[in-house]
């Protein structure tokens, strides 16, 4: 899964994106003791990122920091007075640029700089005062986008054709798109004081779950080991079965002695979806959540019935899984230890960047150079170090580099894997800032994860194919089965839940613990299959999972997946033409909804075959492993 940071341009129905974090590529030092990691002033310069694309220096960044001031200023004077002209509203179009695209790059640059070592007070200090000059900047210009709404349809369209407003055109298109929504200042201004309070519940969840839920600890080794939110995982790939069913017990015997006050946290975030949806005038919250990506709700509902008449596969894998393990019976807990064991690898950062540069060579030198140069250039910060943030993402702006976070180890194959998968975010920015003006350039949620999907697969395709021994191809086999299964079914499952409880409130019938765990336990039952034996609790993973709290969005992995499978089969198989729609894929930015720049590509994800192929796939890798593994 990857993060999305809402900081400069987030009211401008965009938002700069940080890319790449799941599961699979979360890091937790991965058998390297404390003292081996350094402290950050100790990490080779050039092994560290090159921010002076964005700032050449720190002095430079508080120039820019203190410019936003007036900036915004010069942006805020234009308050009432959208409507005078068409040179008034081009002129304060600029105003408001020019503002969000300072604040972006002062933004990112303090960032990066915290991310690379949270302990750094100073790195603290800057992106305490950048987000305190976003917090201002976005009180001043809060008028902007209702203001320009407010303008008579004939006048402002008529505006947009004119040359000098070409710039522009798509994001204003896009913003007079939800006037239909938009409701009267008296009513948006009560809707803007009940912000902070709408996000009660997701705040109270967090504290609630990170900060004063006690699991205990689980004895490993002989050592006793505390079991928390961010260990989870890492128990749960423990080979010590009785490792995993204790450490199992424990998290979820924790949950369900708190069933009602999660019940009701989650129950608090959907009657606020509902309430927002009827406020505003929507059909439905599914509608509401899709409408500005111009997804239709059918797209939504395609996946969910798609992936039900493809769960054979999904129960094949199991019965696979209960095999390869040599289990008399598969339980929770045993989902998540890699079925096959880690084969030992050595590749260097050097190494990785060559097999990407191999892999990705049917998207042509230009972009492998191109990458490969920012990946050995100053666009990564390639190894741990203490206080640095875990995991991985791409971060990428406007002005200067799309810059990298890894934590790149030499014995982990799946770090090639992230590299390529983060490179990809990465080259996606890069043709979209260089096809785009800075108000279309980013492009959505919905299509982010194709281009780094993309990667992954001609890695996978790439190594596969010249991996010297069974062991190995098994191993690759086996890790992208599970990657898609994440990806695809368990986010489709996540999905249909969503869609149940807000279905549920919709129809006026009030959640609580025992009707949303009867209905996830359902939907367990459905996904998993008949090899899987659940425990009474088991169904509490419902009412834990944070993503929950931002209602429709996890469907885009599934369809972002499906996406990019159906593409990297197109261009591996065709010509010229397959990869240049690709490419305009890449060069789309903003200036299109997703759903047409991948039908730019060569994908129509309005249309479930993408979904089947994707599963189709992945039947095909479960077949393979039967065979490999001789079960």
């Known amino acids: 899964m990857y993060i999305t940071l809402f900081i400069p341009r987030a009211h401008m129905l965009r938002t700069r994106k940080i890319a790449g974090v799941k599961k699979g590529d979360m890091r937790y030092n991965n ?103 976003y917090t201002k900047y976005l009180a001043a210009t809060s008028f902007f986008n209702p203001e320009v709404q407010s303008i008579p349809d004939e006048k402002i369209r008529a505006w947009m054709e004119e040359d000098a407003f070409r710039d522009y055109r798509v994001f204003l298109s896009k913003l007079l798109r939800m006037k239909r929504y938009i409701l009267s200042e008296k009513e948006e201004r009560i809707m803007s004081l009940q912000s902070e309070s709408a996000s009660a519940a997701h705040k109270a969840f967090t504290v609630f779950t990170d900060a004063d839920l006690r699991f205990g600890t689980v004895t490993v080794g002989g050592e006793e080991k505390p079991l928390t939110q961010s260990t989870w995982s890492v128990f749960m790939d423990n080979p010590d079965r009785s490792v995993r069913e204790n450490a199992y017990k424990k998290f979820y015997g924790t949950f ?23 406020a505003r005038g929507y059909a439905t919250c599914l509608e509401k959540a899709l409408y500005p990506d111009n997804v239709p709700v ?56 060559e097999i990407c540069r191999e892999a990705l060579s049917p998207l042509g030198s230009e972009y492998t150079d191109r990458l490969c140069s920012g990946l050995l250039g100053g666009w990564v910060d390639r190894y741990e170090n203490k206080g640095k943030r875990s995991g991985a993402f791409s971060s990428g702006v406007y002005t200067g580099n799309p810059f990298i976070l890894l934590n790149y180890k030499d014995d982990v194959i799946r770090d090639v894997f992230t590299m390529a998968h983060e490179g990809g975010h990465s080259m996606h920015t890069w043709y979209s800032v260089h096809a785009n003006p800075y108000m279309q350039y980013n492009y959505t949620i919905f299509e982010a994860e194709v281009a780094s999907t993309f990667n992954e697969e001609l890695v996978f395709r790439y190594l596969l194919k010249r991996a010297e021994t069974d062991d190995m191809k098994a191993y690759l086999l086996a890790t992208h089965a599970g990657d898609i299964l994440a990806t695809l079914y368990r986010q489709t499952m996540f999905a249909e839940y969503e869609l149940k409880a807000h279905e549920f409130v919709e129809a006026g019938e009030p959640l609580s613990a025992e009707l949303l765990r009867k209905t996830y336990r359902s939907l367990l039952e459905k996904y998993f299959g008949s090899e899987m034996r659940f425990e009474t609790n088991s169904d509490m993973e419902g009412l834990r999972i944070p993503h929950f ?83």
């Not at 409507?83 to 790059?105: F, G, H, R, V, W």
């Not at 002695?257 to 009827?278: I, K, P």
């Not at 393990?325 to 807990?333: M, Q, T, V």
């Open 549 to 631: 709290y931002s209602a429709f969005y996890v469907y885009k992995y599934a369809t972002g997946i499906s996406a990019s499978l159906a593409l990297a089969e197109r261009v591996l198989n065709g010509g010229k033409t397959e990869r240049d729609d690709y490419f305009r894929f890449l060069q789309s930015g903003g200036s299109r909804y997703p759903i047409e720049s991948l039908k730019i590509a060569g994908v129509d994800m309005s249309e479930s075959k993408p979904v089947e192929d994707a599963c189709a796939v992945f039947h095909r890798i479960v077949k393979e492993l039967f065979a490999m593994l001789k079960i």
């Open 298 to 353: 059918s797209v939504y509902r395609n996946l969910i019935d798609t992936v039900h008449k493809n769960l054979p596969a999904l129960h094949e894998y199991y019965a696979l899984r209960k095999k390869a393990l040599h289990l008399s019976e598969l339980r929770h807990w045993d989902v998540y230890v890699p079925l096959v064991k880690n084969v030992r690898t050595n590749t260097s950062y050097e190494e990785a960047v």
């Open 31 to 133: 058998g390297m003791t404390q003292h081996s990691v350094p402290l950050r002033k100790d990490v080779p310069s050039s092994d560290k990122w090159d921010l002076s694309s964005l700032f050449a220096s720190d002095g430079d960044w508080e120039k820019a920091l203190a410019e936003i001031e007036a900036l915004t200023e010069k942006a805020a004077a234009y308050k009432g007075r959208l409507s005078e002209s068409d040179t008034t509203l081009l002129s304060a179009l600029k105003a408001y640029e020019a503002a969000d695209k300072k604040l972006e790059a002062v933004f990112n640059y303090a960032s990066l700089q915290l991310t690379a070592d949270e302990t750094d007070s100073a790195a603290q200090n800057k992106e305490g005062r950048a987000r305190m000059a």
């Open 256 to 278: 369900e002695a708190y069933e009602h006050t999660l019940a009701s946290l989650y129950s608090g975030s959907v009657n606020q979806d509902v309430f927002s949806m009827r």
